[in-house]
């Protein structure tokens, strides 16, 4: 299998997170924005939005780092990193669209605007539209640690890629500053979380965002 991604993106580190922890090889295919590898006729074939990650396994081309992890964990049901019954399964699915819909989509912008853009050099952060993600961040943060008390993980009692994905979600939560300070819940998490090795081996470097 080949995967096509870059190793500071969130996205990219679930899939990494998820490969890494089932113990599965990936032929890894870094992509460097700044080149425009996302942009070439030969990766285009492969995914028209040109996005990352995208993986390949002999005839099937998989977008979204999401459908990519389960398409992943399948492989070795064994892990339970679906869900153990059906209920667990809808829970799964449940949190990996929340995380999609709702956190990561508002903790993408401040990213983008903090990070990216300096990244790149495309501009001043817009800090009214860093402020008001920030706001939604506080909110879907509480959503989240109300939802893990007294719990271990997200579903059932053992760990499963909607940890392994939200996580991810959280990988620059320090550089980004943000809103997480009445979560104790989440922050037990995610120094369970942390504490894998998966997580340790797709940590990427910590840059500095934007004042």
Request: charged share 25%.
């Amino acid at each position: 299998m080949k995967l096509y991604h870059n190793p500071v993106s969130p996205n990219c580190r679930r899939v990494l997170m998820t490969a890494a922890y089932l113990g599965i090889p990936l032929e890894e295919k870094p992509m460097d924005f700044a080149k425009g590898d996302h942009q070439t006729p030969e990766f285009l074939a492969l995914n028209p939005n040109g996005m990352i990650p995208t993986l390949v396994d002999g005839d099937l081309i998989l977008w979204e780092s999401r459908a990519i992890m389960q398409y992943l964990a399948a492989k070795k049901p064994k892990s339970g990193l679906l869900g153990k019954n059906e209920t667990e399964r809808a829970e799964v699915t449940k949190w990996l669209l929340w995380d999609a819909g709702h956190l990561a989509r508002h903790i993408g912008t401040v990213i983008y605007e903090t990070m990216v853009k300096r990244m790149f050099g495309t501009g001043e952060p817009d800090m009214a539209a860093v402020a008001a993600a920030m706001e939604q961040v506080k909110r879907f943060c509480a959503v989240l640690d109300q939802s893990l008390k007294g719990r271990k993980y997200l579903v059932g009692d053992a760990l499963t890629i909607a940890d392994l994905a939200i996580a991810a979600t959280f990988t620059y939560a320090d550089a980004l500053k943000l809103p997480m300070k009445d979560t104790p819940n989440i922050k037990a998490w995610l120094a369970r979380i942390s504490a894998l090795d998966c997580w340790k081996k797709t940590l990427p470097p910590m840059p500095a965002a934007a004042e």
